[in-house]
């Protein structure tokens, strides 16, 4: 299975526009880059948070497609491991040759706000209500349990910020354009203690989207493409945890690197889902980077920008790029298409063969529910 066509609607930081014109664009885009007809996409995921009151079944009739098989996946940051996993075993069973995977929010002016008060049940009756309602409170809770029980500082985290925006620099489509130093971040204003300013992502109005088919249809179709060795998910993992200092991936990424038939050594560059910078050291210890707690130790020996020792989130990640709803949970993986098919100009990781891409979403008050992995690899 492969995947092809990466796509990025370019994000604005607010939009008069409806979630169905952001998808809209994004379908636009994909037959574009892989001159298909719109009747020859018969496959359809779509993961979105301000599409309602419609799903993937009502966009359908906006976008006059008759797909045969269709999937809507409001996962948030596991939508895009999700969603590929879902077109991957649709192709492979013949249920559909090309499926489009689709992505995307608008972002009116307070939407972001009112979406949160009615995020989930937790959010809605237990977190709201209190003065906590936004994902601030929630991530400030779980970087400052990290930092005592690990011995993390405002300076690992900045690192890994800093040279995310490096990468941004290099991607046209990041909404930050600016270069940001160690000690702006550290001087930039506090959020919800111990977050500040640039630790937190951008809500934004994008959409972001890619292409799932065989190996052989993308060679008829003389596309740019990537190989898919294999991906995981699993939701709401170790709950008896009183605070979530793992997930889904330390219970199944022996299965993935089985299925890939490689190990976290081999890995050319890895995207994580970064809506804050304290889940990308969770996803890097849990993903067998490093050991559990190891995460500021791997900070602080490694450079993360893309022609660095580790390069990380080379797009520059939700926190430089911003965050268009669901559509952060395809960002990952749309970037690391790009890397892995010769579509990265200026940012390309030298010699990348092996790019590794995980998701985590749909936040509650003290733990995040859904984990993801893909590994995705080069074609010959």
Not at 8 to 23: E, Q
Not at 43 to 64: K, M, R
Request: overall charge neutral.
């Amino acid at each position: 299975m492969v995947l092809a066509a990466p796509v990025t609607v370019p994000y604005v930081r607010y939009s008069i526009r409806a979630a169905h014109w952001w998808l809209a664009r994004a379908f636009s885009e994909l037959l574009k880059a892989s001159n298909l007809k719109k009747e020859e996409i018969d496959g359809l995921t779509v993961s979105s948070f301000t599409l309602a009151p419609d799903t993937a079944i009502g966009l359908t009739q906006h976008l006059g497609l008759s797909p045969r098989w269709l999937d809507h996946i409001p996962l948030g940051g596991a939508s895009g491991v999700v969603a590929l996993r879902r077109a991957a075993r649709a192709v492979q069973a013949g249920d559909a040759q090309v499926v489009a995977c689709i992505a995307g929010d608008t972002n009116h002016v307070d939407s972001f706000r009112l979406t949160l008060a009615n995020f989930s049940q937790f959010a809605r009756d237990a977190v709201y209500p209190y003065g906590a309602g936004g994902p601030n409170a929630s991530f400030a809770f779980l970087t400052a349990y990290y930092m005592q029980k690990h011995g993390a500082t405002r300076e690992d985290f900045g690192k890994l910020c800093v040279a995310q925006r490096a990468n941004a620099l290099r991607f046209d489509g990041a909404l930050f354009k600016k270069p940001l130093t160690l000690e702006e971040y550290l001087a930039a204003r506090p959020i919800a203690e111990p977050l500040h300013l640039f630790d937190c992502v951008m809500p934004c109005a994008g959409a972001e989207a890619f292409l799932v088919m065989s190996e052989e249809r993308a060679g008829r179709l003389k596309l740019p493409y990537v190989r898919l060795l294999g991906t995981i998910e699993r939701h709401n993992a170790f709950a008896s945890d009183p605070v979530q200092m793992r997930a889904g991936w330390a219970l199944e990424r022996d299965e993935l690197y089985q299925q890939a038939g490689a190990g976290p050594q081999d890995m050319d560059f890895v995207e994580t889902y970064d809506d804050y910078p304290v889940i990308s050291l969770m996803q890097l210890e849990d993903l067998g980077f490093c050991a559990k707690g190891e995460g500021p130790a791997f900070v602080r020996n490694h450079s993360f920008t893309w022609d660095g020792s580790f390069p990380l989130n080379t797009s520059g990640g939700q926190l430089s790029v911003g965050q268009a709803g669901a559509a952060g949970g395809f960002l990952g993986l749309v970037e690391a298409i790009r890397q892995l098919s010769g579509q990265a100009a200026g940012r390309a990781v030298r010699n990348a063969k092996l790019g590794l891409v995980s998701g985590f979403g749909m936040i509650n008050y003290d733990r995040g529910l859904g984990s993801g992995a893909a590994i995705l690899q080069k074609s010959e």
